[in-house]
């Protein structure tokens, strides 16, 4: 491609993207809402700032795609990218009711193909944690109720041996 052309088309997308959305009907839904173009530029910058380990920049990215892009397949990129930033264990980022809401609407939106398998294993390792989590917390709780009446019967024995000499 010549140097002319990818000037033009750069010059293009330029224009396309400070132009309105078309087919709006006021200008709260032209502020929402992203053409074809934009919506690719801002996945772009958004998978940018994912390689950048910039999460913050890329899930406001992301959510400006989920917020205001039609098409199916920017759609689920987003929803799964969220989830996967909000998974994250950056504490100013990490939602994990978000994540899980996301996983399960990109679910049902795309269950077919490699990022609906994606999803279902998420959300399988996700339910899996919960369980062991849960798991956990009550052999906890049967492990101090156990030291408790270890406890008790320590000293009874003590009592019961002072008792005897």
Do not use: C, W
């Amino acid at each position: 491609m010549s140097p002319k052309s990818r000037i033009a088309i750069a010059a293009l997308a330029a224009a396309l993207a400070l132009t309105p959305a078309l087919g709006a009907k006021d200008k709260d839904k032209q502020d929402d809402s992203l053409n074809f173009v934009q919506v690719r530029l801002v996945l772009r910058d958004a998978r940018k700032a994912m390689e950048q380990g910039k999460l913050a920049d890329a899930l406001d990215a992301y959510q400006r795609v989920l917020k205001g892009a039609d098409g199916e397949g920017a759609h689920a990129e987003a929803l799964y990218s969220i989830a996967l930033i909000r998974l994250s264990d950056d504490p100013a980022l990490a939602d994990r009711e978000d994540a899980v809401a996301k996983l399960t609407a990109l679910a049902h939106q795309k269950p077919e193909g490699e990022r609906g398998l994606a999803t279902r294993v998420l959300l399988g390792l996700l339910d899996a944690a919960d369980r062991a989590r849960a798991e956990t917390t009550d052999v906890r709780t049967e492990l101090k109720q156990t030291q408790a009446q270890n406890e008790e019967l320590r000293k009874k024995v003590s009592e019961l041996e002072a008792a005897a000499r």
